[in-house]
């Protein structure tokens, strides 16, 4: 599967280029155009406790979209995320599995695993859900962020404090623990930051320089029926 970034960084388009007869799977929605001759199934990947526990804990829907390129002539299929900003294309690996936090996975080839996993208290306290989508195996994982997308390589070592909304995606088996910006629980309320992630190397994070949940905050103090 070849893979072209468009529109990027703003409002980015991921083209995907299949070979006569690929698939890959989408999440469900993620389709924005596609070629003639591709065919659209859905179905629960992992059978139906695994896409209740990916559904109701890892923040994504409970059907996986299967794209089937044409049997006889190469296709594609434009995705994108529900919320402005960029996409990147992440290979994983057998040694090398990825993290994914709620929302940001896009699309992956067959070769890609997914599951929901426990991410821990410091994603849970940190507003993000606690369940991080875990994927394991071989092919590319397409993953969107909302606003910019920013890579950062660590080694050894190194790393770095972070919003736990602004994480996008991270290799599995870095250190990450997470504490109060501010101390007390009075402070760190009136910091209005909450709680923060101190992540370090050797590994890759992937970051996006807007927070949704932030989002979802300011529009529930501005609109109408927040104040009725």
């Known amino acids: 599967m070849q893979v072209e970034l468009r529109h990027s960084p703003s409002f980015a388009v991921v083209r995907l280029h299949l070979a ?3 698939q890959f799977l989408g999440e ?6 596609q070629s003639f001759g591709v065919t659209v199934s859905s179905q629960m990947q992992g059978g139906f406790m695994s896409a209740l526990k990916r559904s109701a804990l890892g923040g994504e829907s409970f059907f996986i979209t299967t794209f089937t390129g044409h049997a006889q002539s190469p296709t594609w299929v ?7 900003g960029d996409a990147t294309v992440i290979e994983c690996r057998p040694d090398r ?7 940001s996975w896009l699309a992956s080839e067959m070769g890609v695993n997914l599951d929901t996993k426990w991410g821990g ?4 306290f940190g ?7 875990h994927c394991t195996g071989q092919g590319k994982v397409v993953a969107g962020s909302f606003g910019a997308l920013d890579l950062i390589e660590l080694a050894p070592g190194q790393g770095f404090t972070i919003d736990t ?9 870095m ?12 402070q760190t309320g009136k910091s209005g930051e909450g709680f923060v992630m101190d992540i370090q190397g050797p590994g890759r994070v992937w970051t996006q320089s807007r927070n949704a949940n932030a989002l979802v905050d300011w529009l529930t103090q501005v609109l109408p029926f927040s104040r009725s």
């Not at 599995?97 to 929302?103: A, E, M, R, Y």
């Not at 250190?175 to 009075?186: D, H, M």
């Open 165 to 173: 909304g602004h994480l996008v995606a991270y290799d599995d088996g």
């Open 175 to 186: 250190q990450v623990q997470l504490r109060k910006v501010a101390k007390g629980w009075i």
């Open 97 to 103: 599995p990825l993290v994914l936090t709620k929302g």
């Open 20 to 22: 006569p007869g690929e």
């Open 121 to 124: 208290a410091k994603l849970l």
């Open 78 to 84: 434009d995705v994108a995320a529900r919320l402005p």
């Open 127 to 133: 507003g993000e859900g606690g369940f991080v989508v």
């Open 28 to 33: 469900a929605g993620v389709m924005v155009m």
